[in-house]
């Protein structure tokens, strides 16, 4: 049973640029959250997809904007890139939207470099 | 919205207690506490999530007050693989957003 995946694990990007980071949940998973990661910091929620649309957005810029398609799987995408936008980027699945719980399988993350 | 707040690191030894507080002063009703595990360059992982009272499993114990201001992870017998940086996790009831703590920074010693 795959669990959460990532890519790409590391990528290097230059100011203004843009990126897409992918995600696929752990089977049977229908909800999937973004998270980014500060060196240091503890996880910081960015949003997250249910049913194809944005259910809950957490405080970043609409240059942070997100998919997701009807396998379940995600992508998270970022305009203009900025320097402070040099991260860990986590995704993490769970069952069920309406659960309410806390209960996330977190993927291994893609590292993010901006230039 | 609620705000989480942990001790910054901690050290113990191996075979003892490790119990780490997280304060949620103003958590919802409704709320879970959830506590991960996260080791350098991986995502966190799971370890127990908790509403009230106390909660076991096999690897850890959750303690929250009836207040539910805070929350007390306990590590029993701590052995040096369990060196790593542990967060709480509060889930708002009702706008399901996520709000991780600050983490701590457990070092187990030989």
């Known amino acids: 049973d795959a669990g959460v995946t990532q890519s790409p694990t590391h990528l290097i990007k230059t100011r203004g640029q843009q990126v897409t980071l992918r995600c696929s949940p752990k089977s049977g998973h229908d909800t999937v959250s973004w998270y980014q990661q500060a060196l240091g910091q503890g996880p910081q929620f960015i949003f997250q997809y249910y049913e194809e649309e944005e259910r809950q957005r957490g405080n970043f810029p609409d240059r942070f904007s997100g998919h997701q398609f009807p396998n379940y799987s995600s992508e998270l995408n970022v305009n203009a890139l900025l320097l402070g936008d040099s991260a860990l980027y986590l995704c993490a699945s769970s069952l069920g939207i309406g659960l309410g719980t806390g209960e996330l399988f977190f993927g291994e993350g893609s590292r993010l470099t901006v230039l | 919205l609620a705000k989480t707040t942990q001790p910054i690191s901690m050290d113990s030894y191996e075979g003892q207690e490790v119990n780490i507080t997280c304060s949620h002063n103003n958590i919802a009703t409704n709320d879970y506490i959830t506590w991960y595990q996260q080791f350098p360059s991986q995502g966190p992982r799971f370890i127990i999530q908790g509403y009230k009272t106390k909660v076991t499993n096999e690897v850890a114990s959750l303690f929250i007050p009836a207040d539910r201001k805070s929350s007390t992870l306990s590590l029993p017998r701590v052995s040096l693989s369990d060196t790593a940086v542990y967060y709480c996790?509060?889930?708002?009831?009702?706008?399901?957003?996520?709000?991780f703590g600050t983490g701590t920074r457990l070092k187990v010693l030989a």
């Open positions: 996790l509060v889930v708002l009831s009702g706008t399901y957003k996520y709000i």
